[in-house]
């Protein structure tokens, strides 16, 4: 199968401050991917659709400009999360498509203090 | 709005014996995609296996298989032949249209496998 990693696998930061998040698809080109939340024990939520070339799309109730999503290439997506709070903290996890299956990473955990 | 329903949070099952995992669904289209992954404490998420809700047949991979209720929209998956290896989250998952990608998943299943 397609791999797709994550960077960085953790991530701990004040609150106020950004962080980034990266994902990569490492053996295939992902013109679309995906990011995922997921809070303790709970299920994955879709947060936002990567275009490659173009701007995300976004689920209902997801911020837009807190979460900012750039794709700026076939293997690459970024996720920011601006002036991070607290409650911003969670796994966060992308995923990209390749031969109609699609690949999750192996997360994000970010904590924010 | 579809959603999945997962109603097991927890299940045990003894090494080599087998388990059932429920998942049902609701949906007013016609044309869905059903899956299962499954999400060790790695937290990488694996597909198991995938359901085309177009065809009768249940789907099947080695050890793992579904039963699939088109009209009860209940979507089961059966591990046989449990293995610790199988210790891991579940999670039911829905797409449609077919081709989006935008899975909707239930709240998983926390699945032990006890040697």
């Known amino acids: 199968g397609a791999v797709v990693s994550q960077h960085p696998s953790w991530v701990i930061c004040k609150s106020g401050t950004s962080v980034k998040i990266e994902c990569r698809s490492l053996d295939f080109q992902a013109t679309t991917m995906f990011w995922y939340r997921q809070f303790p024990k709970q299920s994955l939520m879709l947060m936002a659709t990567s275009n490659e070339g173009s701007k995300a799309t976004y689920e209902q109730g997801v911020e837009k400009d807190k979460f900012l999503i750039n794709h700026a290439s076939l293997t690459l997506s970024t996720l920011t999360v601006t002036s991070a709070h607290p409650e911003d903290s969670s796994f966060y996890i992308c995923s990209g498509v390749w031969r109609n299956e699609q690949f999750f990473g192996p997360g994000t955990r970010l904590t924010v203090l | 709005a579809q959603t999945v329903t997962q109603s097991q949070p927890e299940m045990s099952v003894q090494e080599a014996e087998t388990v059932t995992l429920s998942c049902t669904y609701d949906?007013?289209?016609?044309?869905?995609?059903l899956f299962w992954y499954k999400q060790p404490p790695s937290r990488q998420m694996i597909l198991v296996i995938r359901q085309e809700a177009y065809k009768q047949q249940n789907a099947t991979e080695n050890r793992f298989s579904v039963n699939f209720q088109k009209a009860a929209k209940s979507f089961s998956l059966k591990i046989s032949d449990s293995q610790l290896g199988d210790t891991a989250m579940y999670f039911c998952?829905?797409?449609?249209?077919?081709?989006?990608?935008?899975?909707?998943f239930g709240t998983g299943t926390r699945l032990k496998v006890l040697a």
């Open positions: 949906t007013s289209e016609n044309n869905y995609y």
């Open positions: 998952a829905f797409m449609s249209p077919p081709g989006t990608y935008k899975y909707i």
